[in-house]
């Protein structure tokens, strides 16, 4: 005979994506949140606010490196007819250099930018009709990082855009799932373009992510506000401290909140009470810096082959075209 164990029940929250993720978080040892917890409006709008800071140099050097080497990308992409397919596209603020390099070099270009963001999707449709109006667009909202059925099956050659450093906040094991789900999905012969942020010296790395402004510690805290705001948790983000650290062994910035003081803090929706020890953190994001070897290494183990890749004087940012192999 079996005794009848009591399976506890959770609270219907408990099973949204954010409430699951939040209770995972929260119960683990240590204390976690998912980086994709930033971003709803409030947090969409920070990031747009980061890109803009000077000590954030990754955007405008990925952009200044398109800029100057669009034409030789898409040169390189070589195809009459071309379908640029964009993950995690946003507002496809940076694409509009590419596709309008992707017509001087291609006789028909589509684009189809997938974001999980109606809002910001729609924002990519006015972009691209204003800077490179002869290429038609097809947006899809999705998670690609669930799955990438939204990646469509085309005649044309097809150029995956994968960039804005997005690989670096994932960690190795799922990018490498993202990469071969993604080459799963692709033929032989097209090619992915991969932006990725490069290793360098450790102070550029800790400002570009502890700003004067604090705009990234708002950012950071804004995890906090969203919990209070759709899960009804009880949060003060002033009390917790927001901490950049760069972890030399792992290759990576890591974001923390720190309990300023030693509280509880109740979450309405979850039936969930968490303690904090002071000085105990949340862990909330990894991001991680490549050489152009260990950048290399993981496209090859994701079942692509680089055939060129740019960088700047600095050799800070790296774009990566790769084929599937
Ligand atoms: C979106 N991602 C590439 C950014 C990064 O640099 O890892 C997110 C970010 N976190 C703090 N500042 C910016």
Redesign the pocket.
């Known amino acids: 005979m079996h005794a009848l164990s009591t399976i506890p029940c959770l609270p219907a929250a408990a099973e949204t994506p954010l409430g699951a993720e939040v209770y995972r978080g929260l119960t683990s040892t240590p204390k976690t949140l998912s ?1 994709w917890l ?1 971003y709803d409006q409030r947090g969409s709008e920070l ?1 747009e606010a ?1 890109t803009e800071l000077p000590e ?1 140099y ?1 955007t405008r050097t990925e952009r200044a490196i398109f800029a100057e080497h669009g034409d030789a990308m898409l040169a390189a992409a070589g195809a009459r007819e071309l379908a640029v397919i964009e993950l995690g596209a946003g507002t496809a603020a940076k694409t509009g250099v590419l596709l309008e390099a992707a017509t001087r070099h291609c006789a028909c270009v589509t684009y189809f930018p997938i974001d999980i963001s109606a809002t910001a999707l729609n924002e990519a449709k006015r972009n691209i009709g204003a800077c490179a109006p002869q290429v038609s667009v097809e947006a899809c909202v999705a998670d690609y990082t669930e799955d990438m059925s939204a990646v469509p099956a085309t005649k044309a050659r097809r150029l995956v855009l994968y960039i ?3 690989i ?2 994932f960690e190795p094991t799922e990018a490498g799932r993202l990469l071969r789900n993604l080459r799963r999905r692709l033929a032989p012969g097209d090619l992915l373009l991969l932006g990725v ?1 490069h290793r360098k010296e450790r102070s550029v790395l800790l400002c ?2 502890n700003d004067a402004a604090g705009v ?1 510690a708002e ?2 805290r804004n995890a906090l506000w969203r919990v209070n705001r759709e899960l009804g948790g009880g949060f003060r983000p002033g009390l917790f401290r927001h901490r950049a650290v760069w972890n030399e062994r792992e290759s990576r ?1 890591e ?1 923390h909140l720190e309990s300023l003081i030693t509280q509880t803090v109740p979450i309405r929706d979850l039936g969930l009470s968490v303690d904090f020890r002071r000085g105990e953190s949340i862990h909330t ?1 990894n ?1 991680y810096k490549f050489t152009p070897e260990t950048a290399g290494r993981m496209l090859e183990r994701g079942g692509f082959t680089v055939r060129q890749s740019w960088t700047d004087e600095k050799r800070w940012f790296g774009v990566y075209l790769a084929e599937a192999a």
Request: aromatic share 24%.
């Open positions: 980086p930033f990031f980061i954030y990754l804005g450093s997005s670096g906040n942020d570009a992510y990234t950012f950071n910035i974001m994001e991001s």
